[in-house]
């Protein structure tokens, strides 16, 4: 078995790594050729559609919608990713190529971008792609959008159709990570023909411009995509600019971990995701598997304290927590050296992540019971501490059905907080909305994806608690963060923007906002048949490179 990853940071954990396999893999746009018109030069791969082939692809979860402008899930990104085009592609060194946009311009106010758009691109139901469809979609997302575009689009104000093929987007106030939004499937570009003919029924039914058409949709079971033949404007990271060479893609839903994964040994499938730490060992044996990884940046799974919650709103009690949690026996003992501890808000592939944080932390029983005799919570009878007549209890919530083990970790932070006196009572269930709207929880566990530092503002900004629409689960609510974090979303200078984040991720850590748990590598296992299989920054499968060889 062969493992891969495209992440040079995860060469520590036991994992092999062959990263250089798969960037040799990505073309770059840097010294590519362009036509007359200034437009890249649209030559299609020496095989170019002729190839064929069927790919089938396991996935551990369902979409919520496949409408880009709605979607809030990453399952649903791995699939519309082959349907919908962006209008700039972000390469892994971060920066910013050419895409649906054959260019842009920034005003020096920081507050309007000027998009010159491609002249050759049709969308799958035939609509041209210009300014107006653009348009179209930036009001779609405002008048009903909801997940990642909004935030996606910051301090978006308006879009003006300048001409035929020029869009300007208007900003309230400077937003650096727009074009990091921009290039992300979330901002995947829809036909605005579509929006009209299956208006609120479009989630089922997308048409994008991408290299794949939707097919059907059988809910719990597969989404089915076919090539689509016209497609030549392939973005600058891949290697093929014409029709892909597959003629179908189609996602098999198998939430089960050893049916999804004995599906690919079986040949049932060609490849499948999610791949469970504990079944890694056994595909090393299996000659016919290879098993590639990518680190999915953003945030690390984290779990998120309820700093409005008493005690849990005294910096002692927190702090008594972080230090009772021994993250490296949770991520050892779970993730069987697959998996990298975490020790920021931030993973390490993303700009401004602080290395500083990385061991600082340590367990500490002694200390940490010192901290709650020093908060007047003392040892019952039954060894669970006790104040005024109350027990130290916390309410530890998690609603995922144990993906990535995250039920377990509950478990195992449940009995390493009974050794300083915690109580922790589970509520693991799929609502995780009531009882987050209802202040219901001390502990809540999340991680999200995106390419920009920015993302922080969702999860710490004072505006952004949970009942008005962010993600603000440690209900924290300090002047001083909110200053930064807009400080960080205008700065445009990217050694100003590092700082600005890693005094951000300081004060999470000094003051027990967060435990940092594990950053989460996104595994796919495929047969060795499968061939150019790619992951884009934010550690998302990219399917328009694959061939299959028998």
């Known amino acids: 078995m062969e493992i891969r990853s495209t992440n040079k940071w995860i060469k520590h954990t036991a994992i092999s790594l062959i990263a250089a396999a798969l960037l040799s893999g990505c073309s770059s746009s840097q010294g590519q050729s362009t036509n007359a018109s200034g437009q890249p030069n649209q030559a299609a791969s020496s095989a170019g559609g002729e190839q064929g082939g069927e790919f089938t692809y396991a996935l551990a979860t369902s979409p919520d919608t496949l409408d880009a402008g709605a979607s809030g899930f990453a399952v649903s990104h791995r699939v519309f990713r082959n349907i919908f085009d962006s209008l700039v592609f972000q390469a892994k060194d971060g920066t910013f190529q050419p895409w649906l946009a054959s260019s842009w311009t920034k005003s020096e106010d920081g507050k309007e971008y000027t998009f010159k758009l491609r002249t050759d691109v049709k969308f799958q139901d035939g609509t041209a792609f210009n300014a107006a469809a653009v348009k179209a979609n930036f009001d779609h997302i405002f008048a009903g959008g909801r997940g990642q575009s909004r935030s996606l689009l910051g301090t978006f104000s308006s879009a003006e159709v300048v001409d035929e093929h020029t869009i300007k987007i208007i900003l309230s106030e400077p937003f650096e990570p727009l074009l990091s939004g921009l290039s992300s499937a979330f901002l995947g570009i829809s036909s605005p023909k579509a929006f009209e003919q299956y208006k609120d029924q479009y989630g089922k039914h997308p048409v994008g411009s991408g290299p794949f058409k939707f ?30 060479q597959l003629s179908k893609i189609t996602f098999k839903i198998i939430p089960e971990e050893a049916t999804r994964i004995g599906s690919v040994q079986s040949g049932q499938a060609l490849a499948a995701e999610a791949v469970p730490p504990q079944l890694i060992t056994s595909l090393q044996n299996d000659p016919n598997i290879t098993v590639d990884q990518s680190i999915t940046n953003g945030t690390a799974f984290s779990l998120y304290i309820n700093t409005k919650s008493e005690p849990w709103s005294e910096l002692k009690a927190r702090q008594a927590v972080q230090l009772a949690v021994d993250v490296n026996t949770i991520v050892r003992t779970l993730y069987l050296g697959t998996y990298e501890r975490a020790w920021s808000a931030l993973t390490p592939g993303i700009l401004g992540y602080d290395s500083s944080l990385e061991n600082k932390l ?60 915690i109580q922790v009572n589970l509520n693991i269930t799929k609502d995780t909305n009531t009882p987050i709207t209802n202040g219901e929880y001390d502990i809540f566990g999340n991680s999200q994806v995106k390419a920009d530092p920015d993302i922080l503002r969702n999860l710490f900004r004072s505006d ?24 960080g979303a205008k700065e445009s200078d990217p050694q100003k923007r590092k700082e600005i984040y890693e005094e951000i991720q300081r004060y999470m850590i000094d003051n027990a906002i967060i435990l940092p748990i594990y950053v989460f590598p996104y595994t796919v296992a495929h047969s060795k048949k499968v061939e150019g299989l790619q992951f884009d920054l934010l550690g998302y499968p990219l399917f328009y490179d694959v061939t299959i060889h028998q």
Request: proline letters at 6%; zero cysteines.
């Open 215 to 244: 097919v059907s949709w059988t809910e719990n079971d597969q989404i089915v995509l076919e090539r689509n033949p016209d497609y030549n404007w392939g973005p600058p990271g891949a290697n093929n600019k014409g029709p892909s």
């Open 362 to 421: 340590k367990p500490d029983l002694a200390k940490a019971n010192q901290l709650l005799d020093e908060l007047g919570w003392k040892l019952g009878t039954d060894g669970i501490r006790e104040k005024d007549g109350k027990k130290l209890v916390l309410r530890y919530l998690d609603g995922s059905p144990n993906r990535e083990k995250r039920n377990d970790i509950a478990a195992i932070v449940q009995q390493q907080l009974k050794q300083i006196g």
């Open 464 to 487: 952004r608690v949970f009942t008005k629409g962010g993600t603000n689960w440690s209900n924290i609510a300090e002047p001083e963060i909110d200053q930064l974090l807009d400080q």
